[in-house]
Antibody, heavy 121, light 113 residues
Framework: EVQLVESGGGLVLPGGSLRLSCAAS????????MSWVRQAPGKGLEWVAN????????HYVDSVKGRFTISRDNVKDSLYLQMNSLRAEDTAAYYC??????????????WGQGTMVTVSS | DIVMTQSPDSLAVSLGERATINCKSS????????????LAWYQQKPGQPPKLLIY???TRGSGVPDRFSGSGSGTDFTLTISSLQAEDVAVYYC?????????FGQGTKLEIK
């Protein structure tokens, strides 16, 4: 069964750090671009970052550039998001996502269930 | 960045009636070399991750009922639900993947009238 399982969310103080993980199973993880997408409570979807199969190409939304780092371990079939200098506006559910079936990189047909990050004092 | 704007923000439609959601992009999503529009539509129900409905602007995902259809090209796109069912109550998002910096529309909340 194809699955993405996020972990690592929690409550953190403003200015603090968290590392999110996304464990992939049921498919050849190393063959696919991967992304993080977030959703603040009651708000819409915001793409955060993506990473190419071999990690050679990475992109970020402007609001997290210089604070967040996306990475992957193709041996462990895992995706990561290191989040530093966290702000209240980073409070959101964070999803990892990818496209497996349609050769439409960026049209996400597989999503995890999400992990919640709350930045508050 | 490519800005995606959906209209309306919310919509109430009677069961069995047609629902139409529009999405406009700030630049063309048509990649002429492939003749494909890099536009996807998602459905999100409360407490769930989004579900991909449509990709390449008009191709239905596997298992998506045929009452859902996508149309449009360039900068103007439409998601149509031909006959609204109770289970279609959700928030719908368009998203461009033409640029590697993906962007979503703000969402359209669909309710039953």
């Amino acid at each position: 069964e194809v699955q993405l399982v996020e972990s690592g969310g929690g409550l953190v103080l403003p200015g603090g750090s968290l590392r999110l993980s996304c464990a992939a199973s049921g498919f050849t993880f190393s063959a696919y671009w991967m992304s993080w997408v977030r959703q603040a409570p009651g708000k819409g979807l915001e793409w955060v970052a993506n990473i190419k199969q071999d990690g050679s190409e990475i992109h970020y939304v402007d609001s997290v550039k210089g604070r967040f780092t996306i990475s992957r371990d193709n041996v462990k079939d895992s995706l990561y998001l290191q989040m530093n200098s966290l702000r209240a506006e980073d409070t959101a559910a964070y999803y990892c996502a990818t496209n497996l079936k349609y050769q439409a990189v960026g049209a996400f047909d597989i999503w995890g269930q999400g992990t919640m990050v709350t930045v508050s004092s | 960045d490519i800005v995606m704007t959906q209209s309306p923000d919310s919509l109430a439609v009677s069961l069995g009636e047609r629902a139409t959601i529009n999405c406009k992009s700030s630049q063309s999503l048509l990649y002429s070399s492939y003749n494909k529009n890099y536009l996807a539509w998602y459905q999100q129900k409360p407490g769930q991750p989004p579900k991909l409905l449509i990709y390449w602007a008009s191709t239905r995902g596997s298992g998506v009922p045929d009452r859902f259809s996508g149309s449009g090209s360039g900068t103007d796109f439409t998601l149509t639900i031909s006959s609204l069912q109770a289970e279609d109550v959700a928030v719908y998002y368009c998203q461009q993947y033409y640029s590697s910096w993906y962007t979503f529309g703000q969402g359209t909340k669909l309710e039953i009238k």
